[in-house]
Antibody
Framework: QVHLVESGGGVVQPGRSLRLSCAAS????????MHWVRQGPGKGLEWVAV????????YYADSVKGRFTISRDDSKNTLYLQMNSLRVEDTAVYYC???????????????WGQGTLVTASS | DIQMTQSPSSLSASVGDRITITCRTS??????LAWYQQKPGKVPKLLIY???TLQSGVPSRFSGSGSGTDFTLTVTSLQPEDVATYYC?????????FGPGTRVDIK
């Protein structure tokens, strides 16, 4: 049974940092690309970042490039999102999501975590 | 980057109605198009991938079609449990952009 559990969200002042974690179980994390997707209050889904199954490729949305870093620790079955220089507009529920197919780049997301809320506010 | 549009932005239909949602991309993405359903307060769920392949466990009243830049999601007989926002997504390459969403409710 695939399970993704995000943690690390909270209230943070603009300009500060936060690190999100996504604990994965029920599948071999090292075989799948993983993503972060966010959803602002009352808004649609915004793709944020991806890391390939082998960690060799990382891409970011323009809105977070240079401020956010995606990483993974397969030995801990955990995905991370380091968020620096947070802005008010980064306020959102952050979801981690798993690629549907293993060891592929172009594949949709078949499992999502429940999300963790990040609020950037003074 | 490729732009995604969806129409309509919202619709209201009766139980049993056939509804169609359109997704358009600004460049050819072949069939690298997925549809997700997000019910109120819930996590997004994959419905269709490769433009027309139903994800396991998804009711057969859902179907998808299209290729290139024009895609559609059809629900042949709308049910109360289909009240949700539907998003298309391109996944041929990064960024893996989502459409703006179509909100569906029952009349």
């Amino acid at each position: 049974q695939v399970h993704l559990v995000e943690s690390g969200g909270g209230v943070v002042q603009p300009g500060r940092s936060l690190r999100l974690s996504c604990a994965a179980s029920g599948f071999t994390l090292s075989s799948y690309g993983m993503h972060w997707v966010r959803q602002g209050p009352g808004k649609g889904l915004e793709w944020v970042a991806v890391i390939s199954y082998d960690g060799s490729k990382k891409y970011y949305a323009d809105s977070v490039k240079g401020r956010f870093t995606i990483s993974r620790d397969d030995s801990k079955n955990t995905l991370y999102l380091q968020m620096n220089s947070l802005r008010v507009e980064d306020t959102a529920v952050y979801y981690c999501a798993k690629d549907r197919q293993e060891e592929r780049w172009s594949t949709p997301f078949d499992y999502w975590g429940q999300g963790t809320l990040v609020t950037a506010s003074s | 980057d490729i732009q995604m549009t969806q129409s309509p932005s919202s619709l209201s239909a009766s139980v049993g109605d056939r509804i169609t949602i359109t997704c358009r991309t600004s460049q050819d993405i072949s069939n690298y198009l997925a549809w997700y359903q997000q019910k109120p307060g819930k996590v997004p769920k994959l419905l269709i991938y490769a433009a027309s392949t139903l994800q396991s466990g998804v009711p057969s009243r859902f179907s998808g079609s299209g290729s290139g830049t024009d895609f559609t999601l059809t629900v042949t007989s709308l049910q109360p449990e289909d009240v949700a926002t539907y998003y298309c997504q391109k996944y041929n390459s990064a960024p893996f952009t989502f459409g703006p969403g179509t909100r569906v409710d029952i009349k």
